[in-house]
């Protein structure tokens, strides 16, 4: 619905949901694609360095697998 919304931890992490069971590979896609979008936007201009360093997809429970950042 427009909305983008996440947590972090204490250590940098962060944690959000970008689809459910029912979207297709495509929605779980632009989803992605927005989050990051929106975390490049909302990057402090007095940070340094890389702001995402790795990303990692997984299911609630399921094993995780990571994401080529340039292909984003």
Not at 3 to 30: C, P, W
Not at 45 to 50: I, L, V, Y
Not at 52 to 70: E, N
Request: overall charge positive; hydrophobic content about 35%; proline content about 3%.
């Amino acid at each position: 619905a427009g909305q983008v919304s996440f947590r972090n931890d204490k250590a940098g992490r962060l944690q959000t949901m970008v689809g459910k069971k029912s979207f297709t590979n495509q929605q779980i896609q632009e989803n992605i694609h927005a989050l990051i979008a929106d975390l490049r936007r909302l990057k402090p201009a007095t940070s340094k360095g890389h702001f995402i360093r790795k990303v990692t997809i997984s299911s609630t429970m399921g094993p995780g697998f990571g994401i080529d950042l340039s292909t984003i």
